[in-house]
Structure formats: C-alpha cells, structure tokens
C-alpha cells in the first residue's frame, strides 16, 4: 500500500509539472504585419502612433451694427460715437499647442505565442495604437475641444422694447424723435429716484438698486437705437499639423482675414498662420548595432518609441503666437523591450508618442 501511495503521489506530481513546463516553453513573438504573412489570425496587432500638433487659434470679433435712427443721434441726442455702417473686425489674439495620436500604418506589429502560451492582456486605443500591458488604459487625456462657433450677425434691435407712442409715427425721423423723448423720460426718472422726489420715491434700498438697474437697461437699448452696437465675440478653430522630420519646417494651416476670421488654408483672402517645426535629434538614442547586425539578428521583441524633440511656432504673419517644445515620434526611434517581459509587467504608453509612460511587475 506504501508503494501504491508513492507512485500515485509521484504521478500527481509530474502531471503538476507538466503545465508549468509548458507555460515556461511558451515565448511571446513581436512580429511587423508587413513581414507576416496571416497577420490578421493567431494574435493581436497593436500600432505605434504618429505625433499629431493640435493647436487651438482664438480669434475676437467686433461686430458693429448700425441702429435704425443713427442719422438722427446728433439731432436729438447730440451724440458723437456712433455707428454709421455694419462692419465687422477681426483679430487674432492667441494661440495654445497641445498633442494627441494618429495610427501610424507603417508601424503596426503582431504580437502571438507559441505552443498555446498565453497572451498578455493588451489595451488599444479605438483606432489600434497601443496604451497599456496587463494594467487598465490609463484615463485619455482630454484634448480641449474647440467651442462650437457662435453665429456671427449683424443686430437687428428686435430686442428693443418699443412703446406704443413710437410704433404709432408714421416716419423714421418722428419714431426717432419719439424715442429720444423716451430716453429723456427714463433719465428723469433715475434722477428722482436718486433725489428721493415724491413721485418717484420706493420702499428701500433694494427697490431703488432694482428700478434703477431696469431704467439702465432699458435706457441702453433705446440710445442703441441711435448709437448702434458693438458686440464682442471671441471664437476659436483647432487646426492639426503632423509634424514631417523629412518634410517642410513651414507650414500654412489656416488663413486669417481681418473681415471675414478664419477660412481655409487655400484662400488667398486670408493671410497666413505660419506653423514653424524645429526638431532636434538630442534626445535620440544609439542601440549600439550595426545595420549588418540587425539584418542578421532580426528584432523578434516588443516595439516601442523613444520619441525626439519639435519645437513649434505659432506665427501670426511676423508676430508670434505662441511656441512650445513638444516631444514627437516622427523625429524619435523605434525601441524593442524583451518579448518575456510583456507577460510579467504591467506597462503604460503615451498614445501621443507610443513611449513607455511606466513600468511595473504585473498583478498576479
């Protein structure tokens, strides 16, 4: 019976071992899709990212309307600033850079195991480029959104309160007239409220706050009427540049025209945003092999990004909007981290540049 138990405690043991074997034959292979064959079976492809420059132009627009009776403002109301024609005036006022990712097609690789190992746990963006090993996708970052654009219009003062004195003239220059003498009316009235005269004399403090507040506005909106309105309009427009380390360090991706804002790049009515790329090859790394090395040992490992340097100009014309230094993977390199240690660690990328963002062993 005690070699019965033995031998039965033997193969229970040896069968234990054989997964284990197993597991620690198992590799993980890292190949590129274009040098695979049925690259779209027996495992999972990830991309590396291209470095895409969002940058977020705020324009402001001042948007002059002329009211119904502005040749009458000097007549009745003596008035000197005023609005003779609708206009509009545009100006750039700033600039903001930020950074996001774009698939890069020529840099997609199949990740798969051998003798049915298994898979690390990998973690896409929706559009396949690479974020995160054996750990949850770190939250994205929330790339500032453009504003959705206000509509941009002349007034109409359909807003104005008319009384039934004024719609009942039968010409502009008496309506005009009408309205001035309502104006009067409601400065009178603020001045009484304001001496505390009889007629005009209100509860308390917050009443008077409250009556005068109301003849103020109702006073602004009629004196538009002569003097026009001004309205000031800020509006923004993202534009995206990919940055080309080969390609040209000037770029035009939008036009600017004082009269009509933003239109397209391609509208000679506009003048220039330049995009200015300076990249610098400082942050590159040398892996130490030669190219005869490398086609004789080929790369079976986890790629990634060691990305270089950009620095980006925003140019209003001559004048500059903004700059800033940007860490770019079209001027960086591709790295390769051992096949093995994407089954034990928990890592992180940065799906603007597909670099490594942390490292860690994995949760069991």
Known sequence: ????????????????????????????????????????????????????????????????SVGPYYQYSTRFLNLTDVVTENSM????????????????????????????????????????????I???????????????????????????????????????????EECAQTIYTLRAARVGIVTGAAEHRLA???SMAQALAEIDRLEKQHVELFAGRRDTIVVTQIVEVIPDYDGPSNIVPARFSETAGFVDAMDLSGKPVYVDLEFDDSARVNDGATSKQKQSDPQTGFRYMIPG??????MDRNVLLTQKKIR?????????????????????????????VSIGKADK
């Open 1 to 64: 019976m005690k070699i019965m138990s033995r031998l039965s405690a033997l193969i229970m043991a040896t069968m234990m071992t054989i997964p284990t074997m197993a597991a620690e034959k198992a590799t993980v292979k890292v190949t590129p899709v274009s040098q695979d064959a049925d690259a779209a079976n027996g495992g999972m492809i990830y991309a590396l990212p291209k470095t895409v420059a969002q940058i977020r132009l705020t324009a402001q627009v001042v948007v002059s």
């Open 89 to 132: 005036k545009w100006k750039l006022i700033g600039a903001e850079i930020t950074t996001t990712g774009q698939v890069d097609y020529s840099r997609r690789f199949k990740i798969s195991t051998t003798d049915d190992g298994q898979m690390p746990q990998i973690a896409l963006t929706p559009d396949g480029t690479i974020a995160a």
């Open 134 to 176: 054996n750990t949850p996708m770190p939250a994205a970052a929330q790339t500032a959104a453009a504003k959705a654009t206000p509509e941009i219009k002349y007034a109409d003062f359909s807003d104005v309160p008319l009384s039934q004195s004024i719609l009942a003239r039968t010409s502009k220059a008496a309506m005009a």
């Open 204 to 206: 308390d403090s917050g």
């Open 309 to 314: 340097n950009v620095t980006i100009k925003v």
């Open 328 to 356: 770019c993977t079209q001027n960086g390199q591709i790295a390769t981290l051992p096949a093995s240690q994407i089954l034990t660690n928990a890592i992180t990328f940065d799906p603007a540049t597909g670099a490594i």
